[in-house]
């Protein structure tokens, strides 16, 4: 081996993130008393939400070594037909159906996109951000929206105690978890972001495979964008603005390589989207200056790319090939 | 043939081969590399494919797997005609490969690698795994093959012996009836060796035939029932193995050929680096490079040797010996536990960069992926090395004048087709075309010491003789040049003297009077293992 020291150090970074997340729970608690409360944590939690579920659907994504950037601009759609209806006497469930239509139809542009037209999928899905984005500009007419009262009934209503927001990204989660381990598919996936080319020769259809993940990824997108609604009660022409980068910081944060193959729902991506809300909430109570958010959030991006950086280029030079056999 | 009732035909199914190629043929690009080969496996039967590097090995194996097509031929597989389009009509008729780069995916279990494609279900039809019939079966296929780890074990965590051995299991799970196995023991120790021996003595009972293709003679000579010799896309031998020994397959490997032509060597060879060491009087006695005994774990051990300036110094070996991987450790592209390289007697450091400016070039074995841009012109890629060079002061503005003077000095040099523009795309151009781009780049640099990849894979033959004289003539002016080729012929015709390296050690010096394919190829070879 040309590093004897790379397996401990590797472990050390996978566990990077657990130990961020125990240093933020510390540093906010001893900041304020007003951190580490039932009711606070369990407000992360249901703000951490919308942001877990379409983190979830990114690491399938991130998974086959894609990236879906359309996301936020798939919610925002979603949300902004689904208040238009919503406020032209649709009833709410049709309203959320849509939503979930839409996710399903944007996922399928971008499958399309990447599988047929063999575009890459970080400039495919960055076009599909900006026509969704337009798309929802359109519909709104880049006004705010004020929704009915069930929307945000539905974000507070609680069940065994536990509001509705968590059952449902519970839910999601639990799905894609087994999904990911206990299906052909899931494991395929991993195989197909490990290696393209052996996977193709291997007999797996890569191409369903792909095109899946980007089906996927809108779906959860759609339910991200019903959980945010749920809590937000209007829709504004920044709705689901950034998401798509929430969504990939918090996979990443959860070990999820950008570079395919590696990752897992949960812990990982949920810890990681947890994580990322704990750090915004917890600056609010502390009163820290808005402005930092972004340098902070900035930050922890860079933190999880570098990562996420070493830790492929350790396991890059574990598997290097061998001349000769030791 | 024609087979009336369910008994003949099974009958017939056990008397033919498993397999069979009829006057195969295959082409790429207009060169012939299968020029009609016709040989059979039986049932139970392991048969040896042996040949020198490009005798035509692996394309005959990407036809019986699918990958390609043949021209003309025909392939039998379980009695019937087998025209497979992909690597999934193969599998079908039970054909399964352990490949050279293993095909494994090691971010998932042993039994996951095991099963991809065909995970059990529980219940059948529900979609999800059922881990404990995965777990039984994947454990079963394990004990078959000898491998202790649990089912559960991620490949990534197992040496390269063990991974082949997956590779072997997942074969068999697949019922597979032959097994092709190709250069299975480059990367393994001799006891591996020894127990993927075993294992295959093992399947040979059960029935299973076996291709086996490696350049480890004394290994085929001992595992081997059947032997196939390719030369050049022919069969030029075949029969059974205990008909064969060592030396008699080597000369059949190597054969005569004089089809080749290379320039005549205007410093006298016989005296050869002395005299063109004492020809450069003005420099000083060091060598234009000296590499004492470099290593780095696994890649390159303990290498020494010496370029004199004004030498052609080949390096042979097989494909994976390390010599590419040497080549990278002296550009500055890999790093290196041990050792050292000097050039003109002072040490040789740091990245390509710093190593460029002090004349070192390397013509890299991939001239698409490796050595041009190609999608950019003619002009820009023969300045890419030196634009630096045609900075000028103070703001660095390119002087374009003089870079289109260089280029157009550097077209003359190299021989490029006048047809060609310098704004022409790299892309458009042809191999032979292509390597003189990437030559007259290097040579515009004016390098003391040039190191050459393979650089007449794919190139026609009129292009690879004014490649060869280009060589020279640099040589003659007092770079050395090292040149790493796969074909003995082409060293032994150009080259001063020859090193021959073999699993990351240089195993052979050959200076040129003493120049024999078979001694070289002998030295590339390991005759048997301890």
């Known amino acids: 081996m040309s590093a004897p020291n790379s397996k401990p150090f590797l472990r050390l970074l996978d566990f990077a993130p657990v130990a961020l997340f125990a240093a933020v729970l510390l540093v906010f608690g001893l900041m304020s008393d007003k951190f580490l409360t039932v009711a606070n944590l369990l407000q992360v939690l249901v703000q951490a939400s919308s942001t877990a579920v379409v983190a979830t659907g990114m690491t399938f994504v991130l998974l086959t070594a894609g990236v879906d950037l359309s996301v936020g601009a798939i919610m925002f759609v979603g949300a902004g037909l689904a208040g238009k209806m919503a406020l032209g006497g649709q009833p709410l469930p049709l309203c959320l159906l849509v939503m979930l239509g839409v996710g399903l139809l944007g996922g399928a542009v971008n499958a399309l996109l990447v599988t047929r037209l063999k575009l890459v999928a970080f400039i495919a899905t960055l076009a599909t951000l900006y026509i969704g984005r337009g798309t929802g500009r359109w ?43 206990h299906t052909p598919f899931g494991r395929q996936l991993y195989a197909l972001g490990n290696n393209a080319e052996a996977a193709k020769k291997a007999g797996l259809r890569t191409t369903r495979l792909l095109a899946s993940v980007y089906i996927l990824s809108g779906l959860c997108a759609g339910i991200g964008g019903i959980l945010a609604l749920s809590q937000l009660g209007s829709v504004s022409p920044k709705f689901g603005e950034l998401y798509e980068f929430d969504a990939i910081t918090a996979a990443v944060l959860g070990g999820t390589s950008l570079f395919g193959g590696r990752g897992k729902v949960f812990p990982g991506t949920v810890l990681g989207a947890v994580l990322l809300k704990s750090i915004f909430n917890g600056l609010v109570i502390v009163q820290a200056d808005p402005y930092l958010y972004p340098l902070i959030t900035s930050a922890i991006i860079f933190l999880a790319v570098l990562i996420d950086g070493l830790r492929c280029r350790l396991i890059d030079r574990m598997e290097r090939r061998k001349v000769f056999g030791s | 043939m024609t087979t009336p009732s369910a008994s003949n035909e099974q009958r017939a199914i056990n008397d033919e081969p498993i397999v069979s190629f009829a006057a195969i043929e295959r082409s790429f690009f207009g060169v012939k590399v299968l020029k009609g080969v016709s040989f059979e496996v039986g049932a139970g039967r392991v048969v040896g494919l042996v040949g020198e590097n490009g005798a035509g090995k692996s394309t005959l194996m990407n ?97 390269p012996g063990e991974r082949q051995l997956v590779e072997i299991a997942k074969a068999l799970g697949a019922d597979a009836r032959v097994i092709i196995l190709d250069e299975p023991t480059t990367s393994l120790s001799s006891r591996e060796c020894e127990r993927l021996f075993a294992l295959m003595r093992q399947l040979r009972e059960r029935g299973i035939a076996m291709i086996y293709i490696s350049h480890a003679l004394g290994d085929v000579l001992r595992i081997c029932d059947d032997l196939v010799v390719l030369r050049d896309g022919e069969r030029v031998g075949g029969g059974e193995a205990k008909e064969f020994t060592h030396d008699r397959l080597v000369s059949l490997m190597v054969g005569r050929q004089l089809n080749q032509l290379y320039p005549e060597r205007r410093a006298s060879r016989q005296v050869g680096s002395d005299q063109a060491a004492k020809q450069a009087p003005e420099k000083s006695a060091a060598p234009r490079l000296a590499v004492r005994s470099l290593s780095q774990p696994g890649i390159v051990r303990d290498i020494s040797f010496d370029l004199a300036a004004g030498e052609v110094l080949g390096i042979s070996g097989l494909l994976g010996a390390g010599r590419s991987e040497l080549a990278r450790i002296l550009f500055g592209l890999d790093p290196c536990v041990s050792g050292e390289v000097r050039l003109e007697g002072r040490r040789l450091d740091g990245g390509p960069r710093r190593r460029i400016e002090r004349g070192l070039a390397f013509l890299t074995e991939d001239r698409r992926q490796e050595g041009l841009c190609m999608e950019a012109s003619i002009a820009d890629n023969i300045a890419l090395v030196t634009l630096s060079a045609h900075g000028r002061t103070p703001a660095r503005w390119l002087d374009f004048t003089g870079i289109k003077s260089a280029v157009s000095r550097m077209r003359e040099a190299v021989r490029l087709s006048p047809k060609a523009t310098d704004a022409q795309a790299v892309r458009t151009l042809s191999g032979g075309n292509q390597q003189k781009v990437v030559l007259g780049k290097w040579l515009l640099a004016e390098p003391k010491v040039l190191i050459l990849d393979e650089p007449t894979r794919g190139i026609d033959v009129g292009a690879k003789f004014e490649i060869y004289q280009l060589i020279h003539q640099l040589a ?3 770079a050395g040049v090292l040149v ?20 990351g050690e240089i195993t052979g010096e050959f200076r040129c009077d003493e120049f024999d394919r078979e001694k070289i190829l002998g030295a590339a070879l390991h005759s048997s293992r301890a």
């Not at chain 2, 090691?106 to 059990?120: Q, V, Y």
């Not at chain 2, 790493?484 to 021959?500: F, N, Y």
Request: charged share 15%; net charge negative.
């Open chain 1, 139 to 181: 519909i709104t007419q880049t006004r705010a929206m004020n929704l009915p009262d069930s929307f945000l009934a539905l974000g507070s209503a609680k069940w065994l105690g536990v509001p509705l927001p968590l059952w449902i990204a519970g839910a999601v989660i639990l799905v894609a978890q087994l999904v990911l381990t």
């Open chain 2, 63 to 159: 036809l019986l797997g699918g990958v390609l097509q043949p021209d003309a031929g025909q392939l039998r597989a379980n009695g019937r005609p087998y025209a497979p389009k992909n690597p999934n009509d193969a599998r079908a008729v039970g054909i399964a490969f352990v490949h050279q780069e293993l095909n494994l995916f090691p971010n998932l279990s042993i039994a996951e690698n095991l099963f991809l494609t065909d995970f059990p279900l529980i219940g059948g039809g529900a979609p999800w795994i059922d881990r404990s019939a995965l777990l039984a079966r994947a454990t079963a296929l394990l004990h078959q093959v000898g491998l202790v780890h649990g089912p559960e074990t991620l490949v990534e965590r197992l040496p």
């Open chain 2, 476 to 478: 003659d002016r007092g």
């Open chain 2, 484 to 503: 790493i080729s796969s074909e003995i012929e082409e060293l032994i015709g150009i080259c001063d003297r020859i090193l021959v390296m073999r699993q």
